[in-house]
T-cell receptor, first 111, second 115 residues
Framework: AQTVTQSQPEMSVQEAETVTLSCTYD???????LFWYKQPPSRQMILVIR??????QNATENRFSVNFQKAAKSFSLKISDSQLGDTAMYFC????????FGTGTRLTIIP | DTGVSQDPRHKITKRGQNVTFRCDPI?????LYWYRQTLGQGPEFLTY????????KSRLLSDRFSAERPKGSFSTLEIQRTEQGDSAMYLC?????????????FGPGTRLTVT
């Protein structure tokens, strides 16, 4: 069984600042992927970034980057130069065939 | 390029009634997933299909739930004899296995309220 833990229920940061969201996971799988999804208020889930567990290099997508520590089973998301549109629930997920999600972090960007 | 679509977006039903939801995946995607999301929680896996074959069902999926994907394109999720505990957002996602990227793309969801 897989578990994903997000220990920060809520976070807030000033616009243009950098924020890091934490995620830890546990899995018995050898092959798996890790994801961060964004769910804006009343809108659908959007894929932010993906990391293959067999790759040591951390994934980066524009202002979004991850810090993947496989031995520690840690997968944090860093958002640089935060924007008002980044306000959303952020879910960490782990899986290969199917995804296991954490409980989410509600991120608010303050103007 | 159209994304994943779901219909209806909202459904209010009385306890004991049957409801059916539809999901249309991204056209070239052969995998289709159903998840359930309750308030304040992340999505929970229910079941998934590869083409028309249902490959896995969660223990969360009681006998009152059934899902089909008859022609390997759209899928339906039916809940029989609905209960108040079935109130949730039902999310559909699709993925193209051939891409090797294993990225699931979600639809807007169907919000079910059982009164």
């Amino acid at each position: 069984a897989q578990t994903v833990t997000q220990s920060q229920p809520e976070m807030s940061v000033q616009e243009a600042e950098t924020v890091t969201l934490s995620c830890t996971y546990d899995t018995s799988e050898n092959n798996y992927y890790l994801f961060w999804y964004k769910q804006p208020p009343s809108r659908q889930m959007i894929l932010v970034i993906r990391q293959e567990a067999y790759k040591q290099q951390n994934a980066t997508e524009n202002r979004f980057s991850v810090n993947f520590q496989k031995a520690a089973k840690s997968f944090s998301l860093k958002i640089s130069d935060s924007q008002l549109g980044d306000t959303a629930m952020y879910f960490c997920a782990s899986g290969y065939e199917k995804l296991t999600f954490g409980t989410g972090t509600r991120l608010t960007i303050i103007p | 390029d159209t994304g994943v679509s779901q219909d209806p977006r909202h459904k209010i039903t009385k306890r004991g009634q049957n409801v059916t939801f539809r999901c249309d995946p991204i056209s070239e995607h052969n995998r289709l997933y159903w998840y359930r999301q309750t308030l304040g929680q992340g999505p929970e896996f229910l079941t998934y299909f590869q083409n028309e074959a249902q490959l896995e069902k969660s223990r969360l999926l009681s006998d009152r739930f059934s899902a089909e994907r008859p022609k390997g394109s759209f899928s339906t999720l039916e809940i029989q004899r609905t209960e108040q505990g079935d109130s949730a957002m039902y999310l559909c996602a699709s993925m193209g296995v051939g891409t090797g990227r294993y990225e699931q793309y979600f639809g807007p969801g169907t919000r079910l309220t059982v009164t």
